[in-house]
């Protein structure tokens, strides 16, 4: 069976699990482990069931939970080159700090090289677990394995790579390839990430398309969003609400930009005049919080639906930033 899960989606955190065949992919790690785990078992996932995780970009919103869910589960993940260079500098800052702020480090990790010697355990992920922190990460890398692995031996501090990833697939934008039963086709999308992409899943004829995180709608992607059986669409934020909301200015003209974000007319407008009307489910996503509103983003489109009489079949959801959106089965 073909299924199709937002976990999350919105500038807090984004996540999808989709399943083909006997393959299941976790597109983004958004969120933390916990919150990705309690939101797969409340969507009836099983998240020791997942085969790999493939991602689009390397913003937080897409990554903050990657490396310690990787390592939980012991899964590849597929980044493209230039996304995973960029995640690995993110992930290992620069650290430039006072001499007192020197002074306390070192303490803080004399006092963790005392601890280690009573061989503290680390923890499995499971709902009880505090969020994971960057010190977290580096606790525990190099520490594959599945979710119910027995507690393990901290690493002493000198083996920790926050970075550590159980293995490393590549792939490029207009190359396709196969995890397990589902091909996954990358295309490249216009946003102010080192390589992003968006996907067409494809599996058991079912075909699906993800595109999120993108500041127009170029003839590349709309190419890539033909033909599909889901399609999932950003509609980021109202126009309106941006210009007079809270962002700064600079903020304000980011999200504007062409590698800024969709917002709900460029949404409608793509699926008035050139959306082949063809899925039989429209997937809203990627809605800001301070510049939109669930009801606006789903009238604006439904006006668009709607003024084109083939589409009334269409169904138009709304993914959610606080809780998983109801599965979707073909
Ligand atoms: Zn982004
Ligand atoms: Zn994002």
Not at 145 to 165: N, Q
Not at 279 to 297: D, I, K, Q
Request: charged share 25%.
């Amino acid at each position: 069976m073909v299924r199709f899960t937002v976990l999350a989606s919105g500038s807090k955190g984004n996540s999808t699990v989709v399943t083909g065949g006997k393959t299941r992919i976790l597109v983004d790690a958004g969120l933390s482990c916990r919150e990705l785990f309690k939101r797969m078992k409340a969507a009836d996932e099983d998240p020791a069931t997942l085969d790999a995780i493939i991602i689009t970009h390397e913003h937080s919103d897409h990554v903050s939970g990657l490396a310690v869910t990787a390592r939980k589960l012991g899964i590849p993940v597929y980044f493209t080159h230039a996304t995973h260079r960029a995640w690995v500098r993110w992930i290992s800052p620069r650290r430039q700090m006072t001499y007192a702020q020197w002074i306390e480090q070192c303490r803080q990790q004399a006092a963790a090289r005392m601890a280690e010697a009573d061989a503290q355990t680390v923890e499995d992920c499971d709902p009880e677990e505090p969020d994971s922190t960057i010190d977290d990460l580096a606790a525990n890398a190099s520490e594959p394995g599945p979710s119910d692995a027995a507690p393990k031996k901290r690493k002493p501090a000198a083996e920790k790579d926050p970075t550590a990833l159980p293995s490393v697939q590549y792939f490029e934008a207009g190359k396709p390839i196969q995890i397990g039963d589902i091909s996954v086709s990358p295309f490249t999308i216009p946003h102010d990430a080192a390589d992003p992409v968006g996907f067409v899943f494809h599996a058991e004829g079912v075909r699906m398309a993800f595109a999120t995180d993108l500041g127009y709608i170029p003839p590349n992607v709309k190419a890539q969003l033909k033909s599909v059986d889901l399609l999932y669409i950003e509609s980021n934020h109202d126009l309106e609400m941006l210009r007079d909301g809270p962002y700064p200015w600079s903020v304000k003209q980011r999200v504007l930009s062409r590698v800024g974000h969709l917002s709900n007319d460029a949404c409608s407008t793509y699926l008035e005049t050139e959306y082949d009307g063809q899925a039989t489910y429209v997937v809203l996503g990627h809605l800001s919080e301070s510049n939109n509103m669930p009801e606006l983003a789903r009238i604006t489109a439904e006006r668009a639906l709607n003024g084109r009489a083939s589409l009334l079949a269409n169904r138009l959801l709304l993914a959610q930033q606080h809780e998983p959106l109801a599965t979707i089965c073909f």
